[in-house]
């Protein structure tokens, strides 16, 4: 295949960028005329990106409805909500373009991080680590009562993917009972899957809720004050998804009323949320700033994740995690 | 074997009381004037330790001493310094008395809990949970770029028993390269396994050493400044064994000049610290106060590992967890 043009906004360091230049000499890179802070900043439509055969890292979506070459696109994102939209999907079936995104990148990360957030919970390490009591006082006959082990409890995860396979892998070690929730069970999950219509008995057992959801139309506040009702007393809820897809105010209202026991997020709607937003005081809720995915090699393993479906395009070969 | 009089200083809940009493019932339970607060309290000679047979608790050791019937002692501990000196030992030796302790009960707590620690670590909870800040800002850019994922990483667990055994299990998912150090190493820890003798190499390439050591004469601060300074820049200092074993103030100073990344602390010497000891202040210091073996079902899981081995006792099969 002739040297093709690589449009390239993702923000890379600068050992990253040296893995790309070198697994791309004989294309060519064109760069933004500036980078992106954050893969999920908002873009704006660059010229370069017309003359571009492939882009990596999170064009415009404009400036790829404009595009005249585009062929393959790989997103340095998990999340592809601004890109799932009937204009797009039609536009890259007319054009037969590929959208890849970065999941596997994340998938480690995301599921440390939610792996953590349980942990944490389960040991009560925000209020031991806060703590100064003695041997035998009141508060640490509390927090020795109050921590749990993970061994034999029980789990739904809601929304099956890279990260939930992952996650079912560490807690291997745990003898957990697991559920997950997935729109369209294929059976190769490895534990008991539920459809969303079936997931009510799921929720009134678990001990832990973990939401990997997606944003998009039918994940939209799927966490609703009635969801939150059949949840069983005292359970946790996680949420390394996205923030659109929790009715925010009814978590802060179960998480008040001693409902929910507590809640662990990645992610919110906005993100920060407002000062004044009340889940910043709810009881037991512990909100990290989207950082799941976060971690020190991430640039490098970005670039070579897409070395990697780079050389199974000019050999056209399927590539790794498309998603359009 | 006729009816045997248990001595029980426990402290019990009320259903784990039940459990022992349904679990002991052609026998006689005699219990202290008053009930211990903690496992770790010192206790005060009891008159009714004398006509004992067994003893499940605590029992103070001049008490034990000068008991005429004791056979066979239970603590509720996984520590047991106050009797490990060498007039305990011969006492014990010379009147056939067996000493086993609770080891497996605080197991699966206490891997979790230091486990808890690395991913809470490796996912900087403290720093993100405390955090408001925006997705592309320089702290967010930080705090991803400051995590890390376990996957692949490296540790040294000092102190090889039934913790050790559990986290490994734990962490097999990670496929992280551990070397366990063991006094006398067997050939059964599944993973390679030094004395302290040669354990300069292992903590110099290790991120995360993970402190198991129990409280005796040849563990004695033995974390010193050394044994800190070989550890690898940036490493991880994790201790859920006793804090005797560690060279505090040289820990705080290794913290402070930036040579060890974090320490992770669920024991100090003493027990709490002193409000204006330096491992307060001390960077990316964290410290819980002695919980790694608590969980919600303690008391009755101490009781029903007293039960197993009472009915092995009964039978005059070896007991679980014996340590004299």
């Given at each position: 295949?002739?040297?093709?043009?690589?449009?390239?906004?993702?923000?890379?360091?600068?050992?990253?960028?040296?893995?790309?230049?070198?697994?791309?000499?004989?294309?060519?890179?064109?760069?933004p005329?500036?980078?992106?802070?954050?893969?999920?900043?908002?873009?704006?439509p660059?010229?370069?990106?017309?003359?571009?055969?492939?882009a990596?890292?999170q064009?415009?979506?404009?400036?790829?409805?404009?595009?005249?070459?585009?062929?393959?696109?790989?997103?340095?994102?998990?999340?592809?909500?601004?890109?799932?939209?009937?204009?797009?999907?039609?536009?890259?079936?007319?054009?037969?373009?590929?959208?890849?995104n970065?999941?596997?990148?994340?998938?480690e990360?995301?599921?440390?991080?939610?792996?953590?957030?349980?942990?944490?919970?389960?040991?009560?390490?925000?209020?031991?680590i806060?703590?100064?009591?003695?041997?035998?006082?009141?508060?640490?006959?509390?927090l020795?009562?109050?921590?749990?082990?993970?061994?034999n409890?029980?789990?739904?995860?809601?929304?099956?993917?890279?990260?939930?396979?992952?996650?079912?892998?560490?807690?291997s070690?745990?003898?957990?009972?697991?559920?997950?929730?997935?729109?369209?069970?294929?059976?190769?999950?490895?534990?008991?899957?539920?459809?969303?219509?079936?997931?009510?008995?799921?929720?009134?057992?678990?001990?832990?809720?973990?939401?990997?959801?997606?944003?998009?139309a039918?994940?939209?506040q799927?966490?609703?004050a009635?969801?939150?009702?059949?949840?069983?007393?005292?359970?946790?809820?996680?949420?390394?998804?996205?923030?659109?897809?929790?009715?925010?105010?009814?978590?802060?209202?179960?998480?008040?009323?001693?409902?929910?026991?507590a809640a662990?997020?990645?992610?919110?709607?906005?993100?920060?949320?407002?000062?004044?937003?009340?889940?910043?005081?709810?009881?037991?809720?512990?909100?990290?700033?989207?950082?799941?995915?976060?971690?020190?090699?991430?640039?490098?393993?970005?670039?070579?994740?897409?070395?990697?479906?780079?050389?199974?395009?000019?050999?056209?070969?399927?590539?790794?995690?498309?998603?359009?």
């Amino acid at each position: 295949m002739p040297g093709l043009r690589i449009f390239c906004d993702a923000p890379l360091s600068d050992s990253a960028l040296q893995v790309l230049k070198q697994g791309t000499t004989s294309h060519e890179l064109i760069f933004p005329r500036r980078g992106t802070e954050s893969v999920l900043a908002p873009t704006e439509p660059d010229p370069a990106l017309d003359t571009a055969d492939v882009a990596f890292g999170q064009p415009d979506v404009s400036g790829v409805l404009e595009s005249k070459r585009l062929r393959w696109i790989q997103l340095t994102s998990a999340g592809f909500s601004r890109y799932d939209t009937p204009e797009f999907r039609s536009f890259a079936k007319l054009r037969g373009l590929i959208v890849t995104n970065s999941s596997a990148v994340y998938a480690e990360a995301c599921a440390e991080h939610v792996f953590a957030f349980m942990l944490a919970q389960a040991r009560k390490l925000p209020e031991g680590i806060s703590s100064r009591c003695a041997n035998g006082s009141p508060q640490w006959v509390a927090l020795r009562e109050g921590s749990v082990v993970l061994k034999n409890q029980s789990a739904v995860i809601l929304g099956f993917g890279a990260i939930a396979s992952r996650l079912l892998e560490l807690l291997s070690p745990f003898d957990m009972k697991v559920i997950a929730m997935r729109r369209n069970p294929r059976g190769d999950e490895g534990v008991p899957t539920v459809t969303p219509e079936n997931l009510r008995g799921a929720l009134g057992t678990a001990d832990h809720v973990i939401n990997i959801l997606p944003d998009n139309a039918a994940s939209a506040q799927f966490i609703s004050a009635e969801r939150l009702d059949w949840m069983k007393r005292g359970a946790v809820f996680y949420n390394i998804g996205r923030g659109t897809t929790v009715d925010q105010e009814a978590l802060s209202a179960s998480l008040r009323s001693g409902h929910l026991g507590a809640a662990w997020l990645d992610v919110t709607d906005p993100e920060p949320l407002p000062d004044a937003h009340p889940l910043w005081t709810a009881p037991n809720c512990y909100i990290t700033p989207h950082t799941a995915g976060g971690h020190r090699s991430e640039p490098e393993t970005l670039v070579r994740h897409f070395l990697e479906n780079f050389s199974r395009f000019l050999a056209d070969m399927p590539l790794r995690d498309r998603i359009i």
